[in-house]
């Protein structure tokens, strides 16, 4: 049972325009979402986050969404750069539960081509 | 400042052998993750450990699985014995604490394969 799905394996858009990459979750007592890039050969890293008491959060180029109704969220990347080129994973916890523990999509890898 | 320090950084092995993964985390934190990653499942947790101790191990797979954290800068994961399908990348994180606004900060992994 996958608690957090990205639904696209893959997105291809061309440098300068805007990448959406999208994660939708199940699990209605999860309250926090985090984005994470991995490039090949590298462990994730973390790149922004959002709790549920807010529906957006903005980094520089990265804008992420929540749409609590729709248990849906959204990573935009304004510009996109070919160095944005990575493997993208949605995660989500229950922030107020005993037991810390994130819970991961499969990932959506994103080329931008230059 | 030095990162999440994994090793080995991959390992071929035969069947039957023990396999034993090394982790070092950042040095102040607290928190210490050990997670696996498959094509099929994704990226899941294995077990956490907060100030040293398991908290959570739900997600090991069987008896073959144990890991284990002596002390606040070394952390091992030992499978054995090791069979082909617990072949995959196997990560190790850290966070300063175990909550949700301290983002982990991933290790580069380890490629383990059973042959």
Known sequence: ?????????????????????????????????????????????????????????EDGRFTVFLNKSAKHLSLHIVPSQPGDSAVYFCAATNSGGSNYKLTFGKGTLLTVNP | ????????????????????????????HNSLFWY????????????????????????????RFSAKMPNASFSTLKIQPSEPRDSAVYFCASSLTAMSNQPQHFGDGT???IL
């Open chain 1, 1 to 57: 049972d996958q608690q957090v799905k990205q639904n696209s394996p893959s997105l291809s858009v061309q440098e300068g325009r805007i990448s959406i990459l999208n994660c939708d979750y199940t699990n209605s007592m999860f309250d926090y979402f985090l984005w994470y890039k991995k490039y090949p050969a590298e462990g994730p890293t973390f790149l922004i986050s959002i709790s549920s008491i807010k529906d957006k959060n």
């Open chain 2, 1 to 28: 400042d030095a990162g999440v320090i994994q090793s080995p950084r991959h390992e071929v092995t035969e069947m039957g052998q023990e396999v034993t993964l090394r982790c070092k985390p950042i040095s102040g």
């Open chain 2, 36 to 63: 696996r990653q498959t094509m099929m499942r994704g990226l899941e947790l294995l077990i956490y450990f907060n100030n040293n101790v398991p908290i959570d191990d739900s997600g090991m797979p069987e008896d």
């Open chain 2, 111 to 113: 490629r383990l394969s």
